[in-house]
């Protein structure tokens, strides 16, 4: 089954960084959009951050704007997320989606990814 492989997360203190990695394992992305969502035990996936794989524009939640940078590399296939001055609220199970199939859906909209990484657990202690 054709799956996004994540990386990168792990255990840190208030305030540090991690950047996360993620690629689809068995082919090349050629498709609209990627981007990471966040998911914490009682409640829905949420939007933290997405790219348009053709021309690099960017679209990030308010909670995270000025610390994540989202990014890829097109040559790789992989997407980005490097975070800066975590903070608790942050912890969640991270989650690499990909767009291959509405090129018209908004980054934010999770109904649009048909492809999903296995997610990456980030835990930012106090």
């Known amino acids: 089954q054709v799956q996004l492989v994540e990386s990168g997360g792990g255990l840190v203190q208030t305030g540090a960084a991690l950047r996360l990695s993620c690629a689809p394992s068995e082919f090349t992305f050629n498709g609209y959009s990627m981007g990471w969502f966040r998911q914490v035990p009682g409640k829905e996936r949420e939007f933290v951050a997405a790219l348009k794989w053709r021309d690099g524009s960017t679209r990030y939640a308010d909670s995270v704007k000025g610390r994540f940078i989202v990014s890829r590399d097109k040559a790789k296939s992989t997407i980005y997320l490097q975070m800066n001055s975590l903070q608790p609220d942050d912890t969640a199970v991270y989650y690499c989606?990909?767009?291959?199939?509405?090129?018209?859906?908004?980054?934010?909209?999770?109904?649009?990814?048909?492809?999903w990484g296995q997610g990456t657990q980030v835990t930012v202690s106090a």
């Open positions: 989606g990909a767009n291959s199939r509405n090129p018209l859906a908004t980054l934010q909209n999770r109904w649009a990814y048909n492809y």
